[in-house]
């Protein structure tokens, strides 16, 4: 099935040179509609598929600044699209799922999703957190050519890593390391302090703004995620170390 794009031209919320882009996937045709006009009046442009299938090649071709997906899908649904996402991009993503589908959003959380939301859920809450997560991946979208932000640290060297915030750009033995905005976050909280156990609750401070909500087990699906994805670099990585019952530090050599 062909995807559908709606586009609009509106420019209220945030002002910006570029008007931001959000991806929606459903097979729900009644839902994408009304997320798309309630996104449209905020001044996003939308495009929205019905087909996962569809939406993985545009969202790889053509990507959007943020992705939101269904879980429940027919053919692929949203985790099987968020894996083969993730395969190739970084692509900030929220999930939207049903009370009934915890587990599918510890799984989507650990898979890297970057948020999800609980059906049924206000458009402001949507909003606000479509806001917290585009505000945090504006550095990851810049320029390679783009000038430095003065006010953010040089690049931050702790053992074997390398961290450079003014690129969202992670190195471990010299080899890059592909991290999505929370991860970066998360990651870059517990280096600036190295042997400093951080809590949840700071490295939720880090990651997500005020008006965002999360619980334990998304920081420790993120930290899950971290180390796989640096185990994939050094399969002897062991920098994350948990301190059960309090929370997490980074500590290498």
């Given at each position: 099935?062909?995807?559908?794009?709606?586009?609009?031209?509106?420019?209220?919320?945030?002002?910006?040179?570029?008007?931001?882009?959000?991806a929606l996937v459903d097979d729900d045709r009644n839902i994408l509609a009304t997320l798309s006009i309630s996104l449209q009046a905020e001044g996003f442009v939308t495009r929205v598929y019905t087909d996962s299938?569809?939406?993985?090649?545009?969202?790889?071709?053509?990507?959007?600044?943020?992705?939101?997906?269904?879980?429940?899908?027919?053919?692929?649904?949203?985790?099987?699209?968020?894996?083969?996402?993730?395969?190739?991009?970084?692509?900030?993503?929220?999930?939207?799922?049903?009370?009934?589908?915890?587990?599918?959003?510890?799984?989507?959380?650990?898979?890297?999703?970057?948020?999800?939301?609980?059906?049924?859920?206000?458009?402001?809450?949507?909003?606000?957190?479509?806001?917290?997560?585009?505000?945090?991946?504006?550095?990851?979208?810049?320029?390679?050519?783009?000038?430095?932000?003065?006010?953010?640290?040089?690049?931050?060297?702790?053992?074997?890593?390398?961290?450079?915030?003014?690129?969202?750009?992670?190195?471990?033995?010299?080899?890059?390391?592909?991290?999505?905005?929370?991860?970066?976050?998360?990651?870059?909280?517990?280096?600036?302090?190295?042997?400093?156990?951080?809590?949840?609750?700071?490295?939720?401070?880090?990651?997500?703004?005020?008006?965002?909500?999360?619980?334990?087990?998304?920081?420790?699906?993120?930290?899950?995620?971290?180390?796989?994805?640096?185990?994939?670099?050094?399969?002897?990585?062991?920098?994350?170390?948990?301190?059960?019952?309090?929370?997490?530090?980074?500590?290498?050599?």
């Open positions: 099935m062909r995807s559908e794009i709606l586009r609009s031209e509106a420019s209220r919320g945030d002002t910006a040179a570029r008007p931001q882009t959000i299938e569809a939406a993985l090649k545009a969202l790889l071709d053509n990507p959007p600044d943020l992705a939101i997906f269904d879980i429940k899908m027919p053919r692929m649904d949203g985790l099987s699209l968020l894996q083969a996402l993730r395969a190739q991009s970084s692509l900030p993503v929220i999930f939207l799922t049903s009370k009934d589908e915890e587990p599918d959003e510890a799984l989507g959380l650990a898979m890297g999703a970057d948020d999800y939301i609980t059906k049924p859920f206000s458009q402001r809450l949507l909003v606000a957190r479509i806001r917290a997560i585009l505000r945090r991946s504006e550095l990851a979208r810049a320029p390679a050519d783009a000038a430095p932000d003065e006010s953010l640290p040089e690049t931050v060297v702790r053992g074997r890593l390398q961290l450079d915030p003014a690129r969202h750009q992670v190195s471990w033995q010299d080899r890059p390391v592909s991290l999505t905005v929370t991860e970066f976050l998360i990651l870059e909280a517990l280096a600036m302090r190295p042997g400093v156990v951080k809590s949840r609750n700071q490295l939720m401070d880090a990651a997500y703004s005020e008006d965002v909500y999360v619980d334990d087990r998304t920081i420790d699906s993120h930290i899950k995620r971290l180390r796989r994805k640096f185990r994939a670099v050094d399969p002897e990585f062991a920098a994350i170390d948990t301190l059960y019952g309090a929370g997490y530090s980074f500590t290498d050599g």
